[in-house]
């Protein structure tokens, strides 16, 4: 168990709608990263918070945002789903911002757009 | 640009060394290595840094040659819980800084 949680585990819905995946850090950690890990696209890189911040960008949509809260935690809000949105999105946390820092992930969210 | 590992799949016996590389087309300031099991979260195994620093986990060893900006991994006496998809995620740092681009994985399978 890294520490780092994410809800939902799983979440099914239609073409066009909008879901909110949420990401908890481990304790103590600022940063947090979003990816997304398809079959045909492996393990992207999607997006980088800290400290309330956006550090950086990654090849995220458009349809796409993502907020970090005051608590820390952070959500990534996918709108507008398509087919190919389906797809496993995982939370990474690290204690800083720097590239030398381990980034722990959480478990993640399997989305399966209908 | 996204790095290449190779081989794309190994299968060895328990007790067989192995080794996974990975190459990029650009300079890096970073390499980490993530093992992957199915269904699973990546775990972090270690992170090379420009210069020679090290972290990770005392059973594993790693290179970094920062003039052919390669990174291989090097995974000895294997044991069944070494099995997954191994990957890379490469920083080369710059404009870049803060995203790792992670290579397209390799597959490790040991067998008893």
């Known amino acids: 168990d890294s520490g780092v949680t994410q809800t939902p585990k799983h979440l099914i819905t239609a073409t066009g709608q909008r879901v909110t995946l949420r990401c908890s850090p481990r304790?103590?950690?600022?940063?947090v990263y979003w990816y997304q890990q398809s079959l045909d696209q492996g393990l992207q890189f999607l997006i980088q918070?800290?400290?309330?911040?956006?550090?950086a960008k990654g090849n995220i949509l458009e349809r796409f945002s993502a907020q970090q809260f005051p608590d820390l935690h952070s959500e990534l809000n996918l709108s507008s789903l398509e087919l190919g949105d389906s797809a496993l999105y995982f939370c990474?946390?690290?204690?800083?911002?720097?590239?030398?820092?381990?980034?722990?992930f959480g478990p993640g969210t399997r989305l399966t757009v209908l | 640009q996204q790095p290449v590992q190779s081989p794309q799949a190994v299968i060895l016996r328990e007790g067989e060394d192995a080794v996974i590389n990975c190459s990029s087309s650009?300079?890096?300031?970073?390499v980490h290595w993530y093992r992957q099991k199915h269904g699973e979260a990546p775990v972090f195994l270690m992170i090379?840094?420009?210069?020679?620093e090290q972290k990770g986990h005392e059973k594993i060893s790693a290179s970094f040659n920062e003039k052919k900006q390669q990174s291989s991994l090097y995974l000895t006496a294997s044991q069944l819980s070494y099995s997954g998809t191994y990957f890379c995620?490469?920083?080369?740092?710059?404009?870049?800084?803060?995203?790792?681009?992670f290579g397209q994985g390799t597959i490790l399978t040991v067998h008893p």
């Open positions: 304790s103590g950690d600022l940063s």
């Open positions: 995620g490469t920083d080369a740092g710059g404009t870049s800084y803060g995203k790792l681009t």
């Open positions: 090379l840094l420009k210069g020679g």
């Open positions: 650009k300079a890096l300031y970073s």
């Open positions: 990474a946390s690290s204690v800083a911002w720097g590239m030398t820092d381990t980034q722990y």
């Open positions: 918070y800290y400290n309330g911040e956006e550090r």
